[in-house]
């Protein structure tokens, strides 16, 4: 069967191709091809010597998603693809343009299963994880794209990434690879629902990366309606968790709080959110929801928007208000893919 030569790491590309007899340096040859000069026709691998590029031709092939859709938002700061697989699934992945630099957000399941009110992706649940090359790719197609460096990563897209945990990891270990995009793993956060043992083995790791946790209430009461699947773990027992990774890797956790209108944004609310995390030293990022037909939940004016962000401030707690990219654009999760599914 012939090998897939996208997503791996240069041990295992070399592993590969001294195995079939050929010289390890032409494993390096390999990867520059691929992650450094996008030449993805064997043909055009002129350095490769006229047998191994036939051998190649017949023992390897290069699986990388299809663009399907392609939108910018008006104001040019938030790109977004929708992307085919090679089963023919569909994922999609989302570039915010900053100053600082392009911040690319990647999908890490086709669909989701843990049922978050306020996103797209899952409302068919489910339907498979990706591979790290799969995740890889999504970041490659906007290098192509733009032709342009990427600054950051974030897990954020459909999936959660820490019950996809090993091939997320690959993942993270081959975008920081010096020797494909060389991505800091200060640079890197991954955002989950609050998977509590699965936190704990992700400070193990020692990886300095960004841990996001989408908290979006004070409560499990009100947590539970936003988000089904939290009530497998208690809220006083995700961020314990937290400050378990805190203490573990010296990392500061952020919480993601997705503000919606009558549901989870009024000061007591701020002020109750204030108790639950107590002293510990964290950010909260506040997201007000993107409203769409799709989702029939609004976000809250910007006055409250601000008296939420005031408490959580006087309580000491460093915070940002999410700018909002791309609503023109239905940059939230799943909503560009269940659009273009409706109009097929």
């Known amino acids: 069967m012939a090998w897939n030569i996208w997503g791996h790491s240069l041990p295992e590309m070399e ?28 043909d055009d691998m002129t350095q490769l010597p006229g047998p191994m590029r036939e051998w190649l031709k017949e023992n390897a092939v290069l699986e990388k998603p299809v663009i399907m859709s392609h939108i910018t938002s008006n104001d040019g700061d938030t790109t977004k693809l929708l992307v085919k697989l090679s089963d023919g699934s569909l994922v999609e992945t989302v570039c915010m343009h900053h100053v600082y630099g392009n911040s690319i957000c990647v999908s890490t399941q086709v669909g989701c299963a843990m049922g978050c009110i306020f996103c797209a992706s899952t409302r068919n649940g489910l339907e498979r994880n990706l591979t790290a090359g799969e995740i ?38 081959l975008v920081s690879d010096p020797g494909l995009l060389n991505i800091s793993l200060r640079n890197i956060t991954l955002s989950t629902c609050g998977i509590v043992p699965m936190i704990d083995r992700l400070a193990a790791e020692g990886l300095p990366i960004t841990l996001a946790i989408s908290l979006h209430a004070p409560n499990d009461t009100i947590r539970n309606r936003i988000l089904p699947s939290s009530r497998h773990f208690k809220i006083e027992d995700v961020v314990a968790a937290a400050h378990r990774y805190f203490k573990k890797t010296g990392r500061r956790v952020t919480f993601e709080y997705i503000l919606i209108k009558d549901v989870n944004a009024s000061r007591e609310n701020a002020e109750e959110l204030c108790r639950l995390v107590g002293k510990m030293n964290c950010h909260f990022n506040l997201i007000p929801i993107n409203g769409t037909e799709h989702i029939k939940l609004y976000p809250p004016s910007w006055k409250d928007v601000k008296i939420f962000q005031e408490i959580l401030e006087k309580h000491g707690k460093s915070t940002t208000v999410r700018r909002q990219m791309g609503d023109e654009i239905q940059a939230a999760c799943g909503q560009l893919k269940r659009r273009y599914l409706e109009k097929k």
Do not use: C
Not at 154 to 159: I, Q, S, T
């Open 15 to 42: 592993t590969w191709i001294t195995s079939h007899g050929f010289p390890k340096f032409r494993a390096k040859q390999l990867q520059d091809y691929l992650y450094r000069r996008y030449i993805f026709s064997f």
């Open 136 to 173: 890889l790719a999504q970041v490659y197609a906007f290098r192509e794209l733009f032709d342009a460096p990427i600054h950051s990563i974030v897990l954020m897209g459909a999936g959660e990434p820490l019950t996809n945990y090993d091939e997320v990891l690959r993942f993270i270990r």
